[in-house]
């Protein structure tokens, strides 16, 4: 055997140009299978970049400070009202979304029973499936006609709250299931109750993670549109603060609506508002990144 | 001071598994009692039902009396229990990213000590009896994490006995140190059944036979045989335990 192998060897190291037939096929059908990938990732990759170009030049070309400052006079003008509607309804919903989801992720994982929490758990997936401009809809049946508050920002806030929540809880709850069972214990073992034990103990190595689930949803919240649409309405001034019967402005209609009208004022806007969001999103995003590196995206870290 | 406990008739399952079968022992006040056994004999079942922590695991159940001095434990809230009954575990469960110091001020916060003058001097009474103070005090304020394993293990009995309990329950509290920290937790055991109870589960029949007065020796969840850790090691009156403190089996 050993008197025969290096002329096997010989064989096989120049086997690549001599082989016919099936060998060749193979080679040939994984290049190809290779090359749909690359082209198929490409793709994915290039609409992305497309995108992310087109929105990043021209809405630096047509960016001005100014718009900051100056609402919006029918199709030209700034994005202060916008911008500061925006703040207001995703500042409404985040103040009603993170308390409910944070306990709601708490009860999920510390107290359900877990049948309980199977089905709790299996309706904030399907309500995360829920289309968003269904959500606006429903809203929009139940409080802007229903309890007749018209178009307004607590509407439109709700209906963000709505799109929010399942991030809110799955994140805060699967963070808590990480955090090591002997946590419970020894907080248990000095007389803590269940509510104590996380409310002082068990929330802490997970509060990376319940905080990366909240800038999540905010991030989320900031570029919704269709659940806006039937609830927030549209104002060309600067928000009044109060929470019904007064229409909002937001950034994201101003990207939906006025990138359809004929007027480069108008595209100038849309593109200005587009990359606000865009800067705004990717700025959160990094954010959650620095997060999760530092907490290590739950209690792993410490125990 | 520390308070005797009875227990009658106690059994304990996981589901449809029973660990215990119908313990009844006697563990006398200020006493350190070592319970031993082979690994799956029910000897943390056991610990673990005298401060109701056995009820925490989904599935578990128990029958049967468990009383501190004159009062059932099973009539208690089981977060009262746990205020008298205090309890260390295997692995060093400090909580992270507290503090030295808050590591124990916690619980003495939720029980109402409000001033932080008596809140500091109850934290240095218990990081002392726990022979801690002098490697930590000038480290409160650091994470408890940073400590090292030993130290850990002892800020955890420090925490235990903030709360002032009347029995002091430990689960293999060495098992995860290394010699010169074991005997440090041993010397400690030592000094502190003056004023507690003390059941010490272990591994280590050395370790029982060091710190322990009394010794319960458990196999399949029954207890085989109890009495004073020297009667029990030099002159066994069950066949399983001679078999077992020889080294035979387990």
Same mark, same amino acid.
């Given at each position: ?303 | ?94 909580? /992270?990213?507290?503090?030295?110091? =808050?590591?124990? !001020?916690? %619980? *003495? ?5 409000? +001033?932080?003058? $008596? @809140? ?44 002032? /309990?009347?029995?002091?329950?430990? =689960?293999?509290? !060495?098992? %995860? *140190? ?5 005997? +440090?937790?041993? $010397? @400690? ?62």
């Amino acid at each position: 055997m050993s008197v025969k192998s290096p002329e096997t060897a010989v064989v096989f190291s120049t086997g690549k140009d001599r082989s016919v037939g099936l060998p060749r096929r193979r080679r040939l059908s994984s290049y190809f299978g290779w090359g749909l990938a690359w082209a198929c990732a490409g793709l994915v990759v290039s609409a992305l970049l497309d995108l992310l170009v087109t929105v990043v030049m021209k809405g630096v070309t047509s960016f001005r400070w100014d718009m900051l400052t100056t609402v919006t006079h029918g199709i030209a003008g700034g994005l202060q009202n916008a911008i500061l509607g925006t703040l207001w309804i995703v500042g409404i919903a985040i103040v009603m979304a993170a308390p409910v989801g944070i306990l709601g992720g708490v009860y999920l994982s510390e107290f359900a029973r877990s049948g309980w929490a199977r089905t709790v758990r299996f309706w904030t997936e399907v309500l995360s499936g829920v289309p968003s401009i269904v959500v606006g809809y429903f809203i929009y049946l139940l409080l802007v006609l229903g309890l007749g508050w018209g178009f307004s920002a607590l509407a439109a806030g709700i209906a963000l709250l709505i799109i929010m929540l399942p991030y809110i809880v799955s994140s805060t709850e699967s963070t808590l299931r990480q955090v090591p069972w002997s946590l419970r214990e020894g907080a248990w073992a000095l007389g803590l109750t269940r509510f104590q034990a996380v409310s002082r103990v068990v929330w802490r190595p997970a509060a990376g993670g319940i905080a990366t689930g909240v800038l999540t949803s905010i991030a989320v919240a900031l570029g919704e549109t269709a659940p806006l649409l039937y609830t927030a309405g549209w104002s060309a001034y600067n928000p009044d603060w109060h929470l019904t019967h007064s229409q909002v402005g937001y950034l994201t209609y101003v990207v939906w609506t006025y990138i359809e009208q004929p007027y480069p004022e108008a595209h100038a806007l849309a593109y200005s508002a587009a990359f606000l969001l865009l800067v705004v999103i990717l700025c959160i995003h990094i954010l959650v990144r620095m997060l999760v590196r530092r907490w290590g995206g739950g209690a792993k870290s410490h125990l | 001071m520390g308070k005797s406990i009875s227990v009658a008739g106690l059994s304990a399952w996981y589901g449809d598994q029973q660990t215990l079968q119908s313990i009844d022992i006697e563990l006398k006040a200020n006493t350190a009692t070592a319970v031993i056994g082979p690994s799956g004999c029910g000897k943390s079942t056991f610990v673990r039902c005298l401060n109701r922590m056995h009820e925490t695991v989904p599935g578990a159940r128990m029958e049967g009396r468990v009383r501190l001095e004159e009062e059932d434990l099973y009539r208690m809230h089981p977060v009262d229990v746990r205020r008298i009954v205090g309890m260390v575990f295997q692995k060093p469960n400090p909580f /992270p990213t507290l503090s030295v110091f =808050d590591n124990i !001020a916690l %619980a *003495l916060r939720l029980s109402g000590v409000r +001033r932080r003058s $008596e @809140l500091a001097e109850r934290v240095e009474r218990s990081l002392r009896m726990a022979a801690l103070w002098d490697e930590v005090k000038d480290r409160l304020r650091q994470p408890a994490t940073e400590l090292s394993g030993g130290q850990q293990q002892r800020l955890c009995i420090a925490r235990a006995l903030a709360v002032e /309990p009347e029995v002091l329950l430990m =689960d293999e509290p !060495a098992s %995860a *140190l290394d010699p010169i920290s074991t005997l +440090r937790i041993e $010397e @400690l055991i030592r000094d502190l059944k003056s004023r507690y109870t003390i059941v010490i589960v272990t591994h280590n029949m050395q370790q029982a036979t060091r710190v322990a007065d009394r010794t319960a020796f458990f196999l399949n969840g029954e207890l085989i045989e109890f009495g004073d850790t020297s009667q029990v090691f030099e002159h066994p009156r069950d066949r399983r335990t001679e078999d077992y403190v020889c080294g035979r089996f387990g």
